[in-house]
């Protein structure tokens, strides 16, 4: 039996397919939802979703969002989610030094929060990166 999955994201539709297993970062620590998991609403936390899928493994970085889990499908309502195979570790890193200067540059404004949030993204997405060893362009 399958878990059916969708990830969604304010911009587009992430995934939407047949999976074995999903772990995933809530605010009470990491789970693992299989089939047959009892119906549950949660916070997501930032952190790596691993899905499982006929012996394969895909890694994601999420940033937050909520996760419903009724009658063996999954819903995802991330506030940021991509493949780590999708990240290039030379942008994000890029993205983390912009980051950096505009929160010290913005210290006491809302570009301050604005900065801090795009920092933790990009660490988030470098954390998954190597952690899953992908390229380092």
């Known amino acids: 039996m399958k878990l059916h999955l969708e990830v969604i994201t304010p911009e587009k539709v992430i995934l939407d397919e ?68 999708d990240i290039e570790i030379g942008k994000a890193q890029e993205a983390q030094e912009r980051a950096k200067k505009r929160m010290e540059e913005h210290e006491k404004d809302k570009d301050f929060k604005i900065a801090e949030s795009e920092l933790r993204r990009a660490i988030l997405e470098l954390k998954v990166a190597r952690k899953n060893k992908i390229r380092t362009s």
């Not at 693992?32 to 609403?41: A, D, Q």
């Not at 493994?57 to 063996?72: I, K, Q, R």
């Open 18 to 85: 047949e999976v074995d297993e999903i772990t995933i970062s809530t605010t009470t620590g990491e789970i693992s939802i299989l089939p047959n998991h009892e119906n549950l609403l949660t916070k997501i936390i930032p952190g790596e979703m691993t899905i499982k899928n006929n012996g394969k493994n895909d890694h994601f970085a999420v940033t937050g969002g909520f996760l419903e889990v009724s009658e063996n499908k999954i819903s995802i309502l991330a506030d940021y989610a991509v493949r780590a195979e």
